[in-house]
């Protein structure tokens, strides 16, 4: 009985010892999978603050270069601006430039109008006036009046022809053409052909136009050489220094 209980006794020691080391193995075993798994939690939570650290690295380099780049648009922009407000006077400028040069043609062109206008309205109210006047003189003197007046113009023609200085004068016609406001009389004709002769030196031929509308005296008319000794004549001279007075 007692063998059996040492035996039994030896039998449960063993498997005592046995435990024992199984469960040493599995602690060992335990420990080592707890350390390795503590030692991989902490190489994770290692690299996990590596990434987040790049990361928040990254994330400034990106919030640095945002604000770079933003600073730029804002400089672009402002460039930008600038450069259009630029424009923008330049070209208020120009068009006032425009605006002041097209005002000025206006009123230049408005100042040349008027003054043609006022030549224009001056030159008619002269001829009017002149055509008034003798209007005037037709209806206060009678024919035989106008028919002295004009043998008195005509005399008072020949009589300055025979005072004037005929030295450089040069006639280059063949006849000459007398337009009187009556027909010359034979006397008057002849005088005027003795006095050409011998101021000019030449014997021309005499063709004459009666124009009713000189009132009296006559137009010659020797090629290139003028004399007027009209009373119209006269009358647009007088309207001339009238107008000179009036200004």
Do not use: W
Request: glycine share 4%.
């Amino acid at each position: 009985m007692q063998d059996t209980f040492r035996i039994l006794l030896m039998i449960v020691g063993a498997h005592v010892v046995v435990l024992i080391v199984v469960l040493s193995v599995i602690k060992k075993l335990l420990l080592g999978d707890t350390i390795r798994a503590v030692e991989r939690v902490g190489q994770a939570e290692a690299e996990i603050r590596k990434k987040e650290e790049a990361m928040r690295q990254e994330l400034e380099r990106h919030e640095q270069e945002l604000g770079a780049r933003r600073k730029e648009v804002e400089r672009d922009q402002d460039v930008r601006r600038e450069e259009g407000e630029r424009q923008i006077a330049q070209l208020k400028e120009r068009t006032l430039e425009e605006a002041r040069r097209e005002s000025a043609d206006i009123l230049d062109k408005a100042r040349k109008n008027d003054r043609k206008l006022r030549e224009q309205l001056q030159l008619e109210m002269q001829e009017k006036a002149v055509d008034f006047g003798g209007r005037v003189f037709k209806l206060v003197f009678s024919e035989r009046i106008s028919a002295e007046l004009n043998k008195h113009f005509i005399n008072e023609l020949i009589e300055a022809l025979q005072e004037t200085d005929a030295t450089g004068i040069t006639v280059d016609a063949a006849s000459a053409e007398f337009i009187s406001s009556h027909p010359l009389i034979p006397e008057q004709k002849e005088r005027l052909q003795n006095l050409l002769a011998s101021k000019f030196g030449v014997r021309i031929e005499i063709r004459e136009t009666v124009r009713e509308d000189l009132l009296a005296g006559l137009v010659m008319k020797l090629g290139s050489l003028e004399i007027d000794g009209s009373l119209l004549s006269r009358y647009q001279e007088a309207v001339t220094e009238l107008k000179k007075e009036a200004v």
